[in-house]
């Protein structure tokens, strides 16, 4: 299937004759190693031996820390370590997670993100009971650089179980993030890898309806992962450039072309809808810190997105909030203070 797709990675099958641990928990980092410590602490608490569960992190040649080193320390030989000869970005990087994974689950866990205490003995559970399910995800928990608990997503159903209508939901809106989802192997070798046509967004998302327009998705209900937002990082800096919601208006076309005929247009309309919104909360937070620039980028998009009469009145008061605000920060008192 994947093998007819230019824009996706082939996820060839494990070699005969190479163990097949159950997991395998691989770690994509790139300059985040101050974070990979805390990372590989919560898998490490939870590893039930080297026979079971493989552990790598694959790094795409940071330039400004060294991960292997936190690796050896905290870990010896226990965790694999490979760093990619260039930097390759990070799309590739995730296919190179895929490649070498050797186990019948994958996990792939952002070397600044964290699972919590249980997670891989309940999300085993979900296969286990469920052997036709090709993922399994948990809620998950938002937090800050500091590691600061902000905010958790939505709770889907309210008992662990296979997901009914899930493609009715993750077709409209992203409601998952990578460290809560685990994917049998051989669904990425049956998909292929994530979609290299996005450049900062929308990848992770198009890839989790790929595996729900083709396989059922089970769901646990206690929150099991956590999901680091930095200001700093690349996703923080293109939502001031409005590059986040042109990846999600590319990725809600490239799932067009695979959902089922009879539910295409209006699932891919209310997705529009869905990021236009989106957008604007966007724009509402940048104009609350003055930030008339990423205000601007994410305005503009809204209207790209979608522009019904809700988003249209919308987008009339925040361009006079913008306005005014412009107004007021070339008044001469105002520049002084900001000195």
């Known amino acids: 299937m994947s093998d007819l797709h230019p824009y996706r990675s082939v996820i060839q099958p494990v070699p005969d004759g190479i163990s097949r641990p159950l997991w395998s928990v691989m770690i994509p980092t790139y300059n985040c190693a101050n974070y990979l410590r805390e990372t590989l602490t919560s898998v490490l608490a939870q590893d039930p031996g080297a026979d079971i569960m493989q552990i790598e992190v694959v790094d795409d040649c940071s330039t400004q820390d060294d991960p292997e080193a936190v690796v050896r320390e905290l870990a010896g030989d226990r965790v694999s370590f490979y760093r990619q000869p260039e930097n390759v970005g990070y799309i590739k990087n995730f296919e190179t997670c895929l490649q070498r994974s050797r186990g019948k689950l994958i996990h ?3 070397g600044d993100d964290c699972v919590r205490d249980g997670f891989y003995r309940k999300l085993q559970r979900g296969f286990e009971e469920n052997p036709a ?3 399994a995800f948990c809620r998950h928990i938002h937090m800050d650089e500091q590691g600061h608990w902000t905010s958790i997503s939505w709770l889907e159903q ?13 077709a409209v809106q992203q409601r998952i993030q990578t460290p809560s989802i685990v994917v049998r192997r051989d669904v990425y070798e049956q ?15 198009e890839m989790w309806v790929r595996i729900a327009v083709h396989y059922p998705v089970w769901y646990e209900v206690e929150p099991l992962a956590l999901y680091r937002k930095g200001a700093t990082s690349l996703t923080a800096k293109s939502v001031r450039t409005g590059e986040n919601i042109q ?8 799932v067009r072309e695979y959902l089922p005929s009879n539910c295409a247009d209006r699932l891919s309309s209310t997705a529009l809808r ?7 909360n966007s724009a509402r937070e940048f104009i609350s810190i003055g930030d008339l620039y990423g205000a601007k980028n994410q305005l503009r998009e809204a209207s790209r997105c979608h522009l019904s009469m809700a988003i249209f ?5 925040l361009n006079i909030k913008s306005f005014y605000l412009k107004i007021i920060s070339r008044l001469p008192w105002v520049q002084s203070a900001n000195l």
């Not at 309210?158 to 993750?170: H, Q, Y």
């Not at 208006?249 to 490239?254: H, T």
């Open 108 to 110: 792939l866990l952002h």
């Open 133 to 135: 399910v090709g993922a």
């Open 158 to 170: 309210p008992e662990s179980g296979i997901l009914s209508d899930w493609l009715e939901r993750i």
């Open 191 to 205: 998909l292929g890898g994530f979609d290299r046509r996005m450049s900062c967004w929308g990848e992770d998302w």
């Open 247 to 254: 990846d999600f208006r590319k990725a809600i076309g490239i």
């Open 274 to 280: 869905n990021y236009a919104f989106y957008a604007l």
């Open 313 to 317: 009145k919308s987008l009339i008061k």
